[in-house]
């Protein structure tokens, strides 16, 4: 019996494949590799001693979808396939509609005809819009994206809410992540964002290393402790072990839920930023700047119903999160270029 993981050579599906495979786990990863690079196999295998089966397919092409579900026992997807560049989904928001929604669509149609029941669905903190007081809950009502991104992720946790309740059997389980940052520990996996990197994370990272020449805070006026955006930075590989819980959880439960997948705990640009330079010892330069459209002061998950359900918290902290990023950083100054 084997996991398809779509989209499972970006960055949190590699680190999940690779926490999978630790688990016993046999892996299948489907991906077309537009933005992930296939030496991720090749660093999956390095890290666990097993070559997960790879696909360069698109997933939104069922005749290609076939194929793996054909050559495979599949129990059961972990659907990360799908673009997730904010503000390119402002500008172009076609391009973000079409394939999100057009890979969500082939796959479910597929696992259907082939009895295949449970699925994990990547979805983001950005469904709770800006209207929810913090900690976000699984209950609160969720809408208000402010880009084209956010509403399919809205979109797609529609779209499962009614496959579940139409179908004897089938069940979906919808992680709502936080900020996934850090990378694997051994260095061989991480974030490796096409151009400018949008998050702050990564840009944190490509200061340090002298790649940019400052990091620019998007205002310093926000109703937080030091008037900085606060967010829930959750360590990738604290994250890749929630999907391991919540595929088993959804193999042996029916029905469907929203799942936080998030430490509980906000930290502000400049916790960030300092944690980092305490933790690598490094100077970060920074600039303050302009509030970035659409971004909210606080946004912090509850995370009583990961525990309750499925058995799982965040362990790692901000220190091991700053290391492991500015290791991989360090590692792959090019990401996973030559
Ligand atoms: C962003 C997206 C969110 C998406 C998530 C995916 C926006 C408005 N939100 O979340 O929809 O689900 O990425 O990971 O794009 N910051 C700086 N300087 C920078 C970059 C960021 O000060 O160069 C600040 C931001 O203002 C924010 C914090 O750092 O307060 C985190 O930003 P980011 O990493 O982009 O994540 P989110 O905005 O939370």
């Not at 084997?2 to 499972?8: E, F, W």
């Not at 666990?48 to 397919?57: A, D, L, M, Q, V």
């Not at 529609?158 to 496959?163: E, K, S, W």
């Not at 850090?182 to 702050?200: C, F, K, M, V």
Request: hydrophobic share 35%.
């Amino acid at each position: 019996m084997s996991i398809l993981l779509t989209g499972g050579a970006g960055f949190i599906g590699s680190h999940t494949a690779v926490e999978l495979i630790n688990a016993g786990y046999d892996v299948v990863i489907a991906d077309n590799l537009s933005n992930s690079n296939k030496k991720v196999i090749d660093r999956i295998e390095k890290i666990t001693g097993k070559r997960p089966k790879f696909y360069e397919i698109d997933v939104a092409i069922k005749e290609e979808l076939y194929k793996v579900f054909d050559e495979n026992n599949i129990e059961g997807a972990i659907h990360f396939a799908g673009f997730k560049c904010v503000p390119e989904s402002t500008k172009i928001p076609l391009k973000y509609y079409r394939n999100n929604l057009d890979t969500t669509l082939s796959l479910l149609e597929v696992m259907k005809e082939y009895n295949c029941n449970a699925i994990v669905f990547s979805s983001s903190a950005t469904v709770y819009g800006d209207k929810n007081p913090v900690p976000f809950k699984e209950d609160m009502p969720v809408g208000g994206a402010t880009n084209a991104y956010g509403s399919t992720k809205l979109m797609i946790e529609n779209i499962l809410t009614d496959v579940v309740k139409a179908s004897d059997g089938f069940s979906a389980v919808m992680l709502r992540y936080f900020n996934p940052i850090g990378a694997h520990p051994s260095g061989l996996i991480g974030e490796a964002p096409d151009g400018i990197p949008n998050n702050l994370m990564p840009y944190v990272t490509q200061t340090a290393i002298g790649v940019r020449d400052h990091l620019i805070i998007y205002g310093e006026d926000y109703n937080t402790h030091d008037g900085t955006g606060v967010r829930d930075y959750i360590h990738v590989v604290d994250l890749a072990r929630g999907h391991v819980a919540a595929i088993k959880y959804a193999t042996e439960h029916l029905g469907i839920e929203a799942i936080n997948l998030g430490t509980g705990n906000g930290n502000s640009v400049w916790d960030v930023v300092h944690a980092f330079e305490k933790a690598n010892n490094v100077k970060i330069p920074t600039a303050i700047g302009n509030r970035r459209p659409g971004d909210i002061d606080e946004c912090y998950a509850s995370v009583d119903k990961a525990a309750k359900l499925l058995n799982w918290h965040a362990e790692l902290t901000l220190e091991d999160m700053c290391k492991d990023s500015w290791n991989w950083q360090r590692n792959n100054p090019k990401g996973y270029e030559d």
